[in-house]
């Protein structure tokens, strides 16, 4: 059973930079066709996917958040990470990580999903 | 970016009701639509995915349909854990993915 886990900071001041890991057990990241996404969800709204990574190292971001975000991989720690820059109090939310399934791309494991709230 | 609405908004239900929640695309997004449940606190969970079908493990009182720009979600007999939020995702448009804005579902 694939279990994926986020962890980061929960606090991140407004102008600096988030940092989130997404750890994955219970399988290879490596391994079968899947995508390896962000998608986030500010309090009492919506879900609004960040980006993804392909084990190769492959990424998409949402042009709405692409100028300062980026995802990366960690292929031997079975993680990947997210780095979202110039954060403002809009960036305040549940952070999750999921696996993505290439071609009809759905997202069939999540992780539980971390806060982080963008305040001085 | 393809827009996706959802109605209605929310819908109060008893035990062993029959729901139906519609999921409109703003084009033609074929089959590529998907649905998921949240419950407060909770990560989303994949209920339904290429509009049909229904992922392992999910109970088979939830059935989706449509094609093209409309689709739904139907359970059969509501049950106390079905309680929860619903969402639609198209991924026609991979990897410029988009949800719906959600259809909450409360006892009445």
């Known amino acids: 059973q694939v279990q994926l886990q986020e962890s980061g900071p929960g606090l991140v001041k407004p102008s600096q930079t988030l940092s989130l890991t997404c750890t994955v057990s219970?399988?290879?990241?490596?391994?079968?066709?899947?995508?390896w996404s962000w998608i986030r969800q500010p309090a009492g709204k919506g879900l609004e996917w960040i980006g993804r990574?392909?084990?190769?190292?492959?990424?998409n971001y949402n042009p709405s958040l692409k100028s300062r975000v980026t995802i990366s991989v960690d292929t031997s720690k079975n993680q990947f990470s997210l780095k979202l820059s110039s954060v403002t109090a809009a960036d305040t939310a549940v952070y999750y990580c999921a696996r993505d399934r290439e071609g009809i791309s759905y997202f069939d494991y999540w992780g539980q999903g971390t806060l982080v709230t963008v305040s001085s | 970016d393809i827009q996706m609405t959802q109605s209605p908004s929310s819908l109060s239900a008893s035990v062993g009701d029959r729901v139906t929640i519609t999921c409109r695309a703003s084009q033609s997004i074929s089959s590529y639509l998907n649905w998921y449940q949240q419950k407060p606190g909770k990560a989303p969970k994949l209920l339904i995915y290429?509009?049909?079908s229904l992922q392992s493990g999910v109970p088979s009182r939830f059935s989706g349909s449509g094609s093209g720009t409309d689709f739904t979600l139907t359970i059969s007999s509501l049950q106390p854990e079905d309680f929860a939020t619903y969402y639609c995702?198209?991924?026609?448009?991979?990897?410029?993915?988009?949800f719906g804005p959600g259809t909450k579902v409360d006892i009445k």
């Open positions: 290429a509009a049909s």
């Open positions: 995702q198209q991924s026609y448009s991979t990897p410029r993915v988009t």
């Open positions: 219970g399988g290879s990241i490596s391994s079968g066709s899947y995508y």
């Open positions: 990574i392909y084990t190769s190292g492959s990424t």
